[in-house]
């Protein structure tokens, strides 16, 4: 059997307020034709379909058309579980119209596993599958335990015990597969990730994940890759698109799985071309590198993160000139010659227009605030009730 795993499309996510409904578009484009392409069974979701629990109602019908494209009319099942980003009643809420087309969405966590008929294989896919076990969908709490070692030992045990009940019933005659949405130790993350975790309490130890499968898909984590020291393979498909600049020069994929009845699955990526790139510029000679680059159309494709070396301030004029002659550049960041942060040491002693020179200059990244703006914040200082102690 041949599965695709994928996680944490985040439909609804915005980068500095511009909208990615139409690289989510591309993305549900060149999936549907990857499930061709590569002959794929069926499809796992790992949780974040959503990006927020009420996410946009373009977003939602997105979601719905796109799911039932990729179904093919109940050919390729889909078994889909929410993330910490996904409402878990909303997501499921069209659960009992979506299993016709052999679509399974499953919000919270249960200790019944999933039996998927896979038609035309004439088999069934058994799945452990456990939505974000977050304290309160779990119904339970760990919060009482003051000591944060002691608290996490509790819930990484807890999750084990969550697995061991759903793949209890498993067997080598049949294909068994365990998935969640989860932070498991040891997985490198990003910027973009929403923590799920309060100073690795929500952690779980990779020896935790079941043994008794033969794949562990596994959502949160927007970096594809495997995960080491389980005791059966297991992979975070990572995200579709590139959600924050830390992302960068990250190819992005889905992961097919190659499966049969009691042996090792292989694993292989597929890396998608839907999605913009995010980028930097470094522009070190300055405003005319910015317009020359602009000129020649690079990177046209790509959202842009902007650092220009100035010897003087960029107004708003001008920081909104670029973007709007570029719509690509997201952020102008200048960087000034020579600067090196300044800390003072007894703050105490320094007059209030000095702090605040120090902290306008590490804001802006070297830039000094001219007499007008210094006045001003004297003038709101003022307002407040005098200067801080």
């Known amino acids: 059997m041949r599965l695709l795993h994928t996680a944490d499309w985040h439909i609804g996510r915005t980068i500095e307020g511009r909208d990615r409904l ?69 997501l499921s809420a069209a659960r009992t119209l979506l299993r ?22 004439d088999t069934y896919l058994n799945i452990a599958a456990l939505p974000y076990p977050s304290e309160s969908r779990l119904k339970e709490s760990f919060s009482h335990e003051e000591d944060e070692l002691v608290h996490r030992d509790a819930y990484d045990a807890k999750i084990h015990h969550l ?6 019933s498993f067997s080598s005659d ?44 596994l959502g949160h984590l927007h970096r594809p890759q495997n995960i080491k020291h389980a005791k059966a393979p297991a992979r975070y498909a990572g995200s579709p698109l590139a959600f924050s600049f830390s992302e960068t020069g990250y190819a992005k994929s889905v992961s097919i ?6 042996k090792t699955a292989t694993i292989n990526e597929v890396h998608l071309s839907a999605g913009k790139p995010l980028v930097k510029w470094h522009a070190e000679e300055g405003l005319s590198e910015v317009h020359q680059w602009m000129a020649e159309k690079k990177d046209a494709n790509a959202w842009i993160e902007l650092e220009v070396h100035v010897t003087d301030s960029l107004t708003m004029e001008e920081i909104y000139e670029i973007k709007k002659s570029y719509p690509g550049i997201l952020t102008v960041r200048p960087i000034f ?17 000095e702090l605040f020179s120090q ?8 830039a000094m605030p001219d007499e007008a703006v210094t006045r001003l914040f004297l003038e709101l200082l003022n307002e407040e009730g005098g200067e801080p102690s």
């Open 22 to 90: 139409p690289e989510h578009e591309a993305f549900f484009d060149e999936l549907i034709q990857i499930t061709k392409d590569e002959s794929i069974d069926a499809v796992l979701m790992a949780g974040d379909v959503f990006d927020s629990v009420n996410p946009p109602a373009k977003g939602e019908e997105l979601f719905y058309e796109s799911m039932a494209r990729l179904a093919d009319g109940g050919n390729i099942p889909i078994i889909i579980i929410a993330g910490n980003h996904d409402h878990p009643e909303r």
């Open 174 to 217: 049949e294909i068994a597969i365990a998935m969640s949405h989860l932070f498991v130790a040891g997985g490198s993350g990003t910027d973009s990730e929403r923590p799920i975790e309060v100073g690795g309490a929500y952690t779980v130890r990779a020896t935790q994940l079941p043994d008794n499968v033969q794949y562990t898909a």
């Open 257 to 262: 799985i190659d499966v049969e009845p009691g």
């Open 359 to 366: 902290f306008y200059k590490r804001q802006t990244g070297g």
């Open 100 to 121: 016709k087309q052999e679509i399974y969405i499953q919000g919270y966590p249960t200790l019944t596993p999933l039996r998927v008929p896979v038609r035309h294989k």
């Open 337 to 353: 010659p020579e600067f090196e942060y300044e800390y003072t040491v007894n703050r105490k002693h320094v007059p209030i227009e």
């Open 163 to 168: 697995f061991n009940t759903l793949t209890r």
